[in-house]
């Protein structure tokens, strides 16, 4: 902490900025799991700083992404369950940039609140730690804003950002995508970090039984189950680039299937998914059936238990699940590539 850093006017205007010192105090220990060679700084400076390790690359290229957690937090409110949180804010980020082939290299956060409850804020940056951990990138920086008559006093938002270097040769294109390929999923954990909004609306949330276990869900509860972390993709693309070929990648995040899988998918030709390969996770089962929402539209929502989607020759496919099942992965095939101007087609 700061000594004589303490001003009584800004407390009672309702900034306590030594709860803020506090906070940090209570993180350093989730951060500094994070380090990597590459942390050049301490947190609490004006920048984070890192050293590019650019052995073996012949044109480096940064990659950068940033993203929120969205109305998932409404969930975290209701629960007072604040330490998965942040490994949703860090996925959004770093699932997106590892689309391109980039792996991460550093994270920084931003936590806006109503009132700073240090400990409150620590259990969100765990969060964001074991996130990092994942993905295998530093935490190298953040802020905290505490604004009070803005937020509530016991709400926040939360978001991120993360850079990530990839070698221009080995950046993911679809430009050598054709009919044949394959498309393979990687099982999502949950929904997620997307279509929160309409999830609330389903289960009127604010006045339903979090807590209390539902059959449907094997005997979880339906806050348990929602507040399921998003799983992070980074390390088992990662081993899946280095030995095979990959032609596109789609991290499926709101707008479903139908926004995300085209984004990888060259014009003339179409990702046709068979929806019976589908692995439909049984939460999505209770939203829809919960909302009356017709299948269409869930796959344009959610991710439906496939949080991406890897498109590789058929040729290599054999070998890619292998090496994605070795990392923990229990990836599958979902579909294949096929000319068209559908873009995509699930049947």
């Given at each position: 902490m700061i000594?004589?850093?303490?001003s009584i006017?800004y407390?009672?205007?309702?900034?306590?900025?030594?709860?803020?010192y506090?906070?940090v105090?209570?993180m350093?220990?989730?951060?500094a799991?994070?380090e990597?060679?590459?942390?050049?700084?301490?947190?609490?400076?004006?920048?984070?700083?890192?050293?590019?390790?650019l052995?073996?690359?012949t044109?480096?290229?940064?990659?950068?992404?940033?993203?929120?957690?969205?109305?998932?937090?409404?969930?975290?409110?209701?629960?007072?369950r604040?330490?998965?949180?942040?490994?949703?804010?860090?996925a959004m980020c770093?699932?997106?940039?590892?689309?391109?082939?980039?792996?991460?290299?550093?994270?920084?956060?931003?936590?806006?609140?109503?009132?700073n409850?240090?400990e409150?804020?620590?259990?969100i940056?765990?969060?964001?730690?074991?996130?990092?951990?994942?993905?295998?990138?530093a935490?190298i920086?953040?802020e905290?804003a505490?604004?009070?008559?803005?937020?509530?006093?016991?709400?926040?938002?939360?978001?991120?950002?993360?850079?990530?270097?990839?070698?221009?040769?080995?950046?993911?294109?679809?430009?050598?995508m054709?009919?044949?390929?394959?498309?393979i999923?990687?099982?999502?954990?949950?929904?997620?970090?997307?279509g929160?909004?309409?999830?609330?609306?389903?289960?009127?949330?604010?006045?339903c039984?979090?807590?209390?276990?539902?059959?449907?869900?094997?005997?979880?509860?339906?806050?348990?189950?929602?507040?399921?972390?998003?799983k992070?993709?980074?390390?088992?693309?990662?081993a899946l680039?280095?030995?095979?070929?990959?032609k596109g990648?789609?991290?499926?995040?709101?707008?479903?299937?139908?926004?995300?899988?085209p984004?990888?998918?060259?014009e003339?030709?179409?990702?046709?998914?068979?929806?019976?390969?589908?692995?439909?996770?049984?939460?999505?089962?209770l939203?829809?059936?919960t909302?009356?929402?017709?299948e269409?539209?869930?796959?344009?929502?959610?991710?439906?238990?496939?949080g991406?989607s890897i498109?590789?020759?058929?040729?290599?496919?054999?070998?890619?699940?292998?090496?994605?099942?070795?990392?923990?992965?229990?990836?599958y095939?979902i579909?294949h590539?096929?000319?068209?101007?559908?873009?995509?087609?699930?049947?």
């Open positions: 000594e004589n850093s303490k006017a407390a009672e205007a309702g900034v306590d900025i030594t709860a803020g506090k906070a105090e209570l350093k220990k989730h951060i799991s994070t990597t060679s590459g942390v050049c700084s301490d947190i609490g400076g004006f920048g984070g700083l890192f050293s590019l390790d052995t073996g690359m044109h480096p290229i940064l990659v950068s992404g940033t993203d929120g957690v969205g109305t998932k937090l409404k969930l975290a409110f209701l629960t007072d604040h330490d998965t949180v942040g490994i949703d804010c860090v770093v699932n997106d940039i590892i689309c391109c082939g980039a792996k991460p290299l550093f994270f920084l956060d931003y936590i806006a609140c109503g009132k409850i240090p409150r804020i620590a259990d940056v765990k969060g964001v730690c074991d996130g990092c951990v994942q993905a295998g990138a935490l920086g953040g905290t505490e604004m009070p008559g803005f937020y509530p006093e016991d709400e926040y938002d939360l978001a991120g950002y993360s850079t990530g270097i990839v070698d221009k040769d080995r950046i993911i294109n679809n430009k050598t054709a009919e044949g390929d394959v498309i999923a990687l099982p999502s954990s949950g929904v997620h970090s997307n929160f909004s309409l999830v609330r609306k389903v289960f009127d949330v604010e006045n039984d979090l807590k209390a276990p539902v059959e449907q869900l094997g005997g979880k509860s339906l806050g348990e189950v929602l507040l399921t972390p998003t992070i993709y980074v390390k088992p693309v990662l680039l280095e030995k095979i070929k990959v990648i789609s991290h499926i995040t709101g707008g479903g299937f139908y926004e995300n899988i984004r990888s998918i060259p003339g030709l179409c990702a046709v998914i068979d929806r019976s390969a589908v692995r439909i996770l049984p939460i999505f089962n939203i829809s059936e909302g009356n929402i017709s269409r539209d869930m796959f344009n929502t959610f991710n439906m238990g496939v991406m498109v590789v020759d058929k040729n290599d496919a054999d070998e890619a699940l292998a090496i994605l099942k070795e990392n923990g992965e229990d990836a095939i579909g590539i096929e000319k068209s101007d559908e873009r995509i087609r699930i049947c």
